[in-house]
Structure formats: C-alpha cells, structure tokens
T-cell receptor
C-alpha cells in the first residue's frame, strides 16, 4: 500500500532553535499533506493543510509564522518549527490522501524542546 | 458541527471479549467514517472505514455499525486479543481522500489475557 515516510522519528532541541520535519510519499504523488499535532493521551488535532505549489492553510489558533510548511514537490512536504519552546513539545504526524486507504499517515515525530 | 464525539475514554476487557466503541457526529455533510488504531509512538493505521450508504461493514474481526438517522457509528472488535490493546480513534471527513479528517477523542483499549 501507500507509504508516507516521516523523519526524524525523534528529535530533541534546545529552546529557541528550529526543527524541520520531513514527510515523503514513497510510491504515490501527494498533492495534499495534512499536518497534525498530538499531545500525550490526546487526539490528533489538525494544524494545517499544505498543497503542492501553494501556500498552506492553517487551522484557527495555529501560528503560521511559527509552524512553517513547505510543499515544493509532489512527494515532499516539510514542517519547520521555528524558535521552538518547551510548549511546542509534542508528537507531530503528517498524512496524505491516497487512493487505497483514503489517508496514509507518517510514523510521527516526537519533538522534545529542552 | 465539526466535532466527532467518542466514548468511552477507556475500556478494559478480557481476551475473547467484544469491546464496543461509539462515535457521534453532527455535520450531515460528513461522507466518510474511518476507524484508526494507534500504538504508542506510532502514527495511526487504518482499520476499517464506512460510507453512509451502508449500515454495517465487516473486515476480519472488526465491524462498523452505522446509523445515519442517529448520526452515530460504532466499532466492534470480535474475539479481542491482548495484541489489540491500543488507542482507537474514529474520524469523519466530508469527502473520501480529499477533505480533512476530524478525529474523535480516542479510546484506550486494554485486553487482558
């Protein structure tokens, strides 16, 4: 089936630095990528929707200048957490629509800001 | 109208039991209702999904029951096993594989031997 490869799986960074998370669709073209954030023992909350070649659409309450999304090709979307702070520590997951399963999810990135 | 309400929050059953997880929605524009299984530290994986034109769908030990008039749907896990212990999320979307998914709050299932 369709695979979305997400890297890194875990990252620890210092407060004030930036972190980039990559999601690649391996065997299909992902014109759209959904980015979710999941806090411990909570549900997935949609942060933004990116479309290849255009600006991302952010959900209400999500700072677009803090969470930079780039979708420059049909197989790669990136999320950059800028000037990260401890409250940004979370599990970030990407998801792309595909014909087989509807939506294929990446394996997630555990971000810890110290 | 965008919410999907899920219950119970947690569920404990013995091996062989049939846990049932329920979800309810308000937005009648939703057209696709999947269930996901998530293990700690992993992304969600699709278990089974249903469209509003059918009332029940079975895949292996997993069954979705769908009540369009009540705007409710549920997941039944037959002959549950310890390996089924995970968090389960229902979700809804206005359009299969194009519109965003709205997730329920999740149910943590524990199956004891």
């Amino acid at each position: 089936g369709a695979v979305v490869s997400q890297h890194p799986s875990r990252v620890i960074c210092k407060s004030g630095t930036s972190v980039k998370i990559e999601c690649r669709s391996l065997d299909f073209q992902a014109t759209t990528m959904f980015w979710y954030r999941q806090f411990p023992k909570q549900s997935l909350m949609l942060m933004a929707t990116s479309n290849e070649g255009s600006k991302a659409t952010y959900e209400q309450g999500v700072e677009k200048d803090k969470f930079l999304i780039n979708h420059a090709s049909l197989t790669l979307s990136t999320l950059t957490v800028t000037s990260a702070h401890p409250e940004d520590s979370s599990f970030y997951i990407c998801s792309a629509p595909d014909r087989e399963d509807g939506y294929t999810f990446g394996s997630g990135t555990r971000l810890t800001v110290v | 109208q965008q919410q999907v309400k899920q219950s119970p929050q947690s569920l404990i059953v013995q091996k062989g039991g049939i846990p049932i997880i329920n979800c309810a929605y308000e937005n009648t524009a939703f057209d696709y209702f999947p269930w996901y299984q998530q293990f700690p530290g992993k992304g969600p994986a699709l278990l089974i999904a249903i469209r509003p034109d059918v009332s029940e769908k079975k895949e292996g030990r997993f069954t979705i029951s769908f009540n369009k008039s009540a705007k409710q749907f549920s997941l039944h896990i037959m002959d549950s096993q310890p390996g089924d212990s995970a968090t389960y999320f229902c979700a809804a979307s206005k359009s299969y594989n194009t519109d965003k998914l709205i997730f329920g709050t999740g149910t943590r299932l524990q199956v004891f031997p």
